[in-house]
């Protein structure tokens, strides 16, 4: 069997480097192609020198010069810019793209690969929140396969392999509550930013761990689940379930429920969306239902947690809504991370900034282009 080509976009990030591991442990299945990092370049540096790609890009081009001193005498070619991630996807000897880069910048780099007929691993939900009926329709009219890597999607979709016939009633995704599940109003108002950063179950790059303690990131995967599944917003669910266990579930017409379970980790969907539809034989830790004797379930507190509210609205009102919340939640959560502003701020400056954007209900690539950039001046206004 050939080997398969992965380009990984974020390779320094948490998925990108847990996806090293899997290459890593898998050498005669998969090869890496190509590497991206934004700007920790002396880590995108080691990397290719270990995993020889073909091609390497540093997004900020203030460490082009570095990189391509070390990179060059080693025949590894060396790009620069946002630009430069948009045309390597498209280079002929890659199989398939894992986009683990985060945020807004992930959309034009997927939809670009898409159109060039590469499966992708999809880790980036933002891409799905942005511009989902576009992502999905690009994906079909380009005849490319889109694999989810987030842990409830990647449960979904091995709760449906043989299920092609069966319609889904519904689905539910599971979310461990965050840091601050058991915590009161008054208390999540003074959160820090040390306690937003302590994920009881998930370690995880800085911003999808700040968007797990608001539960912004659960809102953000039922509108990926949405599009990834095709389903209408009612048919999505989310349950509270501390362990992490569960990782999701489907609904199916005759009231049966399908779930897949494991400890929580992510290598385990990476593997999983490298290796599809073949499952890779590995060491990793086994669940034992001893160790974990209790299973807790809970109704989400849309009160306390008023990212997942917004969320789910923006999710029912469509058109270019998922994709302003998005962006002013790219902004605040990089505040927050900055202590410039509280983390209840998150959710009052996304609010702020739906209530002052207009509505588009069919918007293009374009449309989407601007709903961000608006959205984004518009959260910063409310910052500095
Ligand atoms: P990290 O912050 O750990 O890593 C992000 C990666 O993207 C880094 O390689 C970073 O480069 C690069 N990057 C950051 N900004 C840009 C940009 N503007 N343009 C190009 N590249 C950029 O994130 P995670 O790995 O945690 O998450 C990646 C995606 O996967 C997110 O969408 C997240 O929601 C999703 N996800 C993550 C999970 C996890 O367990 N971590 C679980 C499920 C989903 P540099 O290092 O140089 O800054
Ligand atoms: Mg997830």
Not at 22 to 37: G, H, K, M, R, S
Not at 40 to 45: A, G, H, R, S, T
Request: proline share 5%.
């Amino acid at each position: 069997m050939n080997k398969k080509k992965i380009a990984i976009l974020g390779s320094t990030g948490s998925i990108g480097t847990q996806a090293l591991d899997v290459i890593e442990q898998n050498p005669d299945l998969f090869e890496v192609e190509v590497l991206t990092a934004n700007s920790q370049f002396e880590l995108l540096i080691q990397q290719a020198i270990k995993f020889k790609p073909n091609a390497v890009v540093i997004v900020n081009d203030d460490h082009y010069d570095h990189v391509y001193e070390a990179l060059d005498p080693l025949g590894i070619k060396v790009y620069a810019g946002r630009k430069a991630l948009d045309q390597i996807v498209q280079m002929g000897s890659i199989d398939m793209v894992l986009t683990a880069l985060v945020g807004f910048a992930g959309l034009s780099p997927t939809l670009e690969a898409l159109k060039a007929g590469k499966a992708i691993a999809l880790a980036n939900k933002e891409t799905l929140v942005v511009a989902g009926e576009l992502v999905m329709a690009t994906a079909k009219k380009y005849n490319a396969p889109i694999i989810p890597v987030d842990s409830e999607h990647s449960a979904i979709f091995q709760c449906l392999v043989g299920e092609e016939h069966n319609p889904v009633e519904k689905i539910i995704l599971t979310a461990s509550g965050g840091p601050f599940r058991t915590k009161s109003l008054e208390e999540i108002e003074k959160a820090s930013l040390n306690e937003a950063l302590n994920h009881p179950n998930w370690s995880m790059g800085s911003k999808v761990t700040i968007d797990s303690a608001t539960l912004m990131n659960k809102g953000l995967e039922a509108i990926e689940a949405k599009w990834l599944f095709g389903l209408k917003p009612e048919q999505v669910e989310i349950i509270v379930h501390p362990q992490s266990i569960i990782h999701s579930l489907v609904g199916f017409a005759d009231g049966s429920l399908k779930a897949q379970l494991g400890l929580p980790d992510m290598r385990l969907p990476i593997q999983y969306a490298l290796g599809f539809p073949y499952r890779i034989p590995s060491n990793s830790k086994r669940f034992s239902f001893t160790d974990f004797p209790n299973l807790n379930f809970e109704q989400p507190d849309l009160d306390r947690f008023p990212n997942l509210r917004i969320a789910l609205e923006c999710m029912q009102k469509a058109g270019n809504m998922p994709c302003v919340m998005n962006a002013a939640n790219e902004v605040a959560v990089d505040a927050f991370l900055n202590e410039k502003i509280s983390f209840t701020d998150i959710s009052r400056i996304i609010e702020k900034t739906i209530v002052n954007s207009s509505f588009l209900s069919t918007p293009d690539y374009q449309d989407y282009i601007e709903s961000d950039q608006e959205a984004r001046n518009r959260a910063s206004s409310f910052i500095y």
